[in-house]
């Protein structure tokens, strides 16, 4: 714990983390704590965000103190997004007073940015675990910003109907590129790349949210590198979106769509013979990624065709990771 806690005071002092300040001496400090609030310090202003003016105040103050703490009688996100837009490069930070969970991720990424602090009563044990966990998250983002993972390909060997199942779409809370999807397959060490409905076709408009993801008992690669049944996902959660050159970002599910579909088994292999399988819809729209980076539709699919994956050769336990060796067919 004490390695932690130097780590995040070493990226406090760097300024790249959101610090979490504790209102009052009443209590024991808590040990993600980064300040105690009495009230009163000499580098810190303290406005009440209330109205028009009392946001002009705080502005005023924008270049002048090092920190401005603003508290909010009523919670709104506009005035706050104006102080992180202004305050940004001047040497001035932002700490806002959080009571309410639900305000806690507004805060911590307004204009995407967020706050510098996020001032917390230090009796709350709910609201310090909920803002641990964001703080965290922010900390993942400023350090992931850039990941990528090594794709392997897969030599399609056969193409055959699957019959009428439950197919579930994917629809994400942000758009998705060209060339970017989700890995999908019934084998949790060999996951197809499944493109996003980037792309528009004469019949249907383009949905750059989705991913038609196939049938419920697929496994998708969550963005923690646990892997879940499609059925087992939920608005809220956070998936792996994987470009064909294997860059890798994080994005939450907005919803789920399950419905009644017609599906083809797509089965390939690897280098080594290793066989993998996705199921899908059997529709244009849903397409995978060959190895040159172009997207395929599963209609138009041919033998030989090599096409994108995720290989893994690990055991898995609801989903973790795990030494060992398993066969999945």
């Known amino acids: 714990m004490k390695i932690l806690l130097l780590s995040r005071l070493q990226n406090c002092l760097r300024g790249d983390v959101m610090e979490l300040w504790q209102d009052s001496h009443s209590e024991p400090i808590h040990e993600f704590c980064s300040r105690v609030w009495s009230g009163s310090a000499s580098d810190v202003a303290e406005v009440n965000l209330d109205d028009a003016n009392s ?28 102080l992180v837009s202004i305050s940004r490069g001047t040497g001035t930070k932002i700490s806002v007073a959080i009571d309410k969970i639900i305000d806690l991720n507004g805060a911590a990424f307004a204009l995407e940015h967020g706050v510098d602090a996020i001032l917390l009563q230090s009796s709350n044990s709910e609201m310090w675990k909920a803002a641990i966990e964001i703080t965290s998250k922010k900390e993942s983002i400023i350090s992931n910003t850039s990941t990528s993972i090594d794709m392997d390909t897969g030599k399609i060997f056969s193409i055959d109907s699957s019959g009428i199942g439950e197919r579930v779409c994917v629809d994400l809370i942000e758009r998705l590129d060209t060339g970017e999807g989700l890995v999908i397959g019934s084998n949790s060490s060999l996951l197809a790349l499944v493109h996003g409905e980037t792309i528009e076709s004469q019949f249907v408009p383009s949905r750059p949210f989705r991913v038609n993801a196939g049938s419920v008992h697929s496994y998708v690669l969550m963005s923690d590198n646990s892997t879940r049944y499609l059925s087992e996902l939920k608005a809220g959660d956070e998936v792996a979106v994987i470009s064909s050159s294997g860059e890798i ?23 080594n013979e290793e066989e993998g399988q996705v199921i899908l819809q059997q529709a244009e729209t849903v397409r995978l990624i060959d190895k040159f980076g172009n997207a395929l539709s599963v209609t138009d699919l041919e033998i030989g065709d090599e096409i994108i994956i995720r290989k893994q050769n690990q055991m898995r336990h609801i989903g973790k990771a795990l030494e060992g060796e398993v066969n999945e067919k």
């Open 55 to 82: 946001q002009q105040e705080a502005i005023s103050l924008i270049g002048m103190v090092p920190w401005i703490l603003v508290r909010c009688s009523d919670w709104t996100m506009i005035p706050l997004e104006n």
């Open 249 to 271: 970002r994080k994005c939450i599910i907005g919803r789920l769509k399950i419905e009644r579909r017609p599906f083809i088994i797509i089965r390939f292999k690897t280098e």
